[in-house]
């Protein structure tokens, strides 16, 4: 690497960095968590006993688990530490225009939302632990879609959500959906009837905002037989030098013949723990896709997960990690198979950086009875530099003999003769690098809103350039 | 007495009158084997399992006489005068008989104990720092604390032994503990070959459980090479704990192959730790299980020198209700620079009730490397069988070809002529035998 390229890449970019004053949040709990924090949380929200005692059990079971042992370095996280419950403003804004300035310009910084308005068929904006924004457009609520944030959902749906909610992650799955189902609040609650195809995807933007802000967001989403829809859930946020923790819980149900994607790029900033559950059911003929971008947080550890329950379903996810200096992306997927004729397909990219760790984890299960079942994983991870670290640790367990079975892996560097031919070509070596960087994750892109892949080609740029905090 | 205890110990240091250095690693080892648990990486901890283990009953003490072998047995363990022979015959040593060649270049190939009596100033600093510490595994602590058995094998530099040294081992009576210790040395540029054998008598019927501990230790010099192969086909009560790990010195090569066929349960953990720049290793695995067989098969490849190569080739064939787990990994370290490194762990399932895992892990912590990884669980396409049958075969004979030639793709690994065929040959027999 030449002088000027190195110069480059240890430029100072934490001016780009996002920051906001927290002072005008109306409502904060109190740090660290206990049953009285619990309880208030659930009583701030005005919500029905059953859920109250969900979350106290959740608690329960949490203090009860001990911290995983596997995967990334969980020791720094003191949970003493950290507000489980902050309310920015007083009520949810009707239109843009209503979304406070400071929040407003923040996404103006991130040059997302007025060129997309048109593109947006609903926006749900997380700002903090409160949805502060929301529209949906009309044609949606006629054809009986229902798209709220999660607590507006408990409210006016309240069958469909207790028949749903906890039954794909219950809170006693592990630590992290545990602390969750205690603490949740804010997230997406979206329901698709019947035959019913939503053309545009539905979106999300989630920021974390204040030093030691938990952010634990509870998405559930129903998609009814023959339905489809693609949901997408972005993230960014500001830098602050102390750790915070994201701990979000997606539950996907896909019932027969239903289709969704859930489209994620996550973004966070250096200093937060991005610990998250993300599982799907799919029943008969369904099918699920996780597309998965993880880029920034100090430590992510999130492993989408799809159940293939009845028969034909089929699952596909795609995960591209990226960790830069101080990064460690603890990332895969999970297929597991518990019906005939089921099909997977995990396609994983990892580029570590500076010292960045990127991590697959990845589970492959065909239970005893689930015959024909075909899957095949692939994991490639790219190290830009002698420093940086990349592992694999795919677990595959198969309990039938007439599953079809493939995974390949492979670990390599980009090939001075690659970047000498297209600086040949004119191109400057960070263009250079950055372009096969670009081909390397195209497999990612490609499945991308065409606004969001000139977006992620844009972030994945400036990381490369040394990277946005 | 039965069952495995401190006294039990203490018991084999006085039987066998061993100096105090020893004994004292005995204990240590004993200590240690109770206060650790049985899987320490977090990795595998859901996919370890020894229920079906049972040490209460074992008598681990070796037996004062060897007993009589087993007529069916002689044709396998049918000596040659040329390669040198190590047999054990359940717990006690029947005889060494090393090959006129080697007292010719002074190479040492005997039991462990007469090691550690005539050659310790050799043996005593392999113990004193062992290539695998008893701390790394439980079954290694219990290994070193009742290690009654095994070769030594010490080849001075620039030595070429011609002719394979082997070491049988028979199981003949029922409930038996077998703990072995074998320490390979190969001097610079010294070349050989150690073959390890199994045998049961033929108690297939019979449930009580015997103990095969295995642990090998082997430490090659710069420009050594070795050639090493495990075949064992013990009855199916026999459990199996098997540790092996080489320490590679510069540019040299080791060649290992393991074949387990028999046994109620193989736990068996291979490693190749590349320190030297330049060092080659490459492990095959074949693997036939049948019956309610159980195989747990860890490799490890670890590449601290530069431009280290390896290649590890698992590949299982599983009938019936029996269960192969293949744990891969593949590390490098940041000193691992030019490195490139293989896993392949492909499984073919015979039966519905079969099953087979497969963890192939990397760990790569530098970028200047090559370094790639498959694996396949699959069952056999009907679509061959069919065509094999146009051509004329039965069913049957068609199934056998396919299985055969999902083998021969790790056979073709192996290095030698006669290993291979030999393999080849107990693969066969099981499949017969199987039907």
Redesign the interface.
Known sequence: MTTETKELLNFDYSKYDFKDSTDNYTYKSEKGLSSQVVQDISRMKNEPEWMTRFRLKALEHFDSRPMPNWGGDLSEIDFNNIYYYMKPTDRNSQSWEDVPESIRKTFDRLGIPEAEQKFLSGVGAQYESEVVYHSLLKDLEDKGVVFLDTDSGLRKYPDIFKKYFGTVIPPNDNKFAALNSAVWSGGSFVYVPPGVHVEMPLQAYFRINAANMGQFERTLIIVDEGASVHYIEGCTAPVYSKQSIHSAVVEIIAKKSAKVRYTTIQNWSKDVYNLVTKRAYAYEDAAVEWIDANIGSKLTMKYPSVYLLGPRSRAEVISVAYAGRGRHQDAGAKAVHMAPHTYSRITSKSVSKDGGRTSYRGLLHVAKGAHHVTSHVRCDALLLDEESRTDTYPYVEINDDTATISHEATVGKIGEDQIFYLMSRGLSEVEAYNMIVMGFIEPFTKELPMTYAVEMNRLMALEMSGGVG | MAGVSRETVKELIKLRSEPDWLAEIRLKAWETFEKTPLEQS??YVR?TDLRSVDLKTLEALPSPRSSNLPAELETYIKESSESSLHLQVDSSLAKVSPAAELARKKVIFTDISTAIKQHRDLIEPYFRNRAIKAEEDKLVALNTALFANGVFLYVPNDVHLEAPTRSVKVLNKLGVGMFNLSIIVMGNGSKATFVEEGYSGDHQTNKIQSLQSNVLEIHLGEGAELNTADIQSFSNNVVIFTNRRALSGRDSNLNWVACPLGGQFTRANTSAILDGPGANAQQVEVVFGSGEQQFDLASTLSHIGQHTTGDIYSTGVFKDKSKGMFKGMIKIG?TG?GSNSFLSEH?L???????????????????????????????IDEEQIFYLMTRGLDEQTARSVIVKGFFESALRKVQLPDLKERVAGFLDEKWERGR
Not at chain 2, 350 to 371: F, S, Y
């Open positions: 977090s990795m996919h940041k620079i499984s399932l015979l039966n519905p009730q079969a099953r087979a895992d497969a963890i192939p892990a990397l760990e790569i912590e530098t970028n200047d490397v090559k370094c790639s990884h498959s694996a396949s669980v699959a069952q």
